[in-house]
């Protein structure tokens, strides 16, 4: 137990370093453009799910609270907050720039999520019109503190981040400890092409939690690139409960949650089946 403990304790401060700088470029983005970004997507007209999966990409902490405040007050489509919600990354991407993973896999993640968001927010728009006027007023501090100063703001991340990560890393060492892979195999259903059923459960865990398990969860190889896909579409953090504390129509926060999880799910089943035949 001392070794897992160990381990665990050593295998999560090597990333603590690059895990600071990421937060730190993210902070000092979002202070300049977070605004911008806003307004883009306020005037974005039919133009909506393009732009808001475009912004969805970068790595801003508050854009899908934005979004979603700027959906209950109808100043975007549905299908707007949808292409938000299912490019966003959450904290999956500081995560594996932090842990060195490749550029192209990055990339690769990006540019998927990138096309579920623009695809299936114009379907949504096509399919639904929402008319309604605005009917909410709606406090903007929803935010990441970001009256504090930007590398105050960045250790918080960072420290949050990396409590996450430890007591992961921690549990995945002492699994492995006492049975190994076969046992995460069993529970995540690895290389089950249903896979992505349960890991979208795990996105939708609404705060940054559910984007670092994942991420943990494939860089460990215990699950694949399919149900990884599946639970970063509905890993949308936080906006989750912005959603569901402000939007006054509950059963159209039920349909929004429950689409998001059979979209990442049906998602991470075809990414799924087009790996295997590539």
Avoid: W
């Avoid at 994942?214 to 215990?222: I, K, M, Q, S, V």
């Amino acid at each position: 137990m001392k070794e897992v403990i160990t381990e665990a304790i050593i295998d999560s401060l090597k990333v603590l370093p690059f895990l600071f700088i990421t937060f730190l470029l993210i902070e000092v983005f979002e202070h300049k453009f977070s605004n911008k970004s806003k307004k883009a997507v306020e005037k974005s007209g039919k133009l909506g799910p393009l732009i808001g999966s475009l912004l969805g990409i970068i790595p801003q902490c508050g854009f899908g609270v934005a979004a979603t405040n700027l959906y209950v007050t109808r100043i975007i489509s549905l299908g707007t907050l949808f292409a938000v919600y299912l490019s966003t990354s959450d904290e999956m991407l500081p995560l594996l720039i932090a842990q060195n993973a490749p550029l192209s896999l990055m990339l690769k993640i990006l540019g998927i999520k990138f096309i579920f968001g623009l695809i299936i927010g114009y379907i949504i728009d096509l399919i639904v019109r929402n008319k309604d006027k605005p009917k909410y007023n709606i406090c903007e501090d929803e935010h990441c503190n970001c009256h504090e100063s930007i590398v105050l703001a960045s250790i918080k991340h960072t420290l949050n981040i990396f409590a996450y990560i430890i007591i992961f890393t921690f549990l995945i060492n002492i699994i492995m400890h006492y049975g190994g892979e076969n046992i995460l195999a069993k529970i995540l259903l690895k290389d089950n092409i249903l896979a992505s059923f349960v890991t979208s459960l795990i996105g939708l865990i609404p705060n940054c939690a559910g984007s670092v398990v994942l991420t943990e969860l494939f860089l460990n190889n215990a699950i694949s690139f399919g149900a990884l896909i599946g639970g970063g579409l509905t890993a949308a953090g936080v906006a989750i409960l912005v959603l569901l504390k402000e939007n006054k129509n509950k059963k159209e926060n039920i349909k929004i949650i429950l689409g998001l999880y059979l979209i990442g799910a049906l998602g991470g089943i075809l990414v799924e089946i087009i790996t295997r035949i590539i």
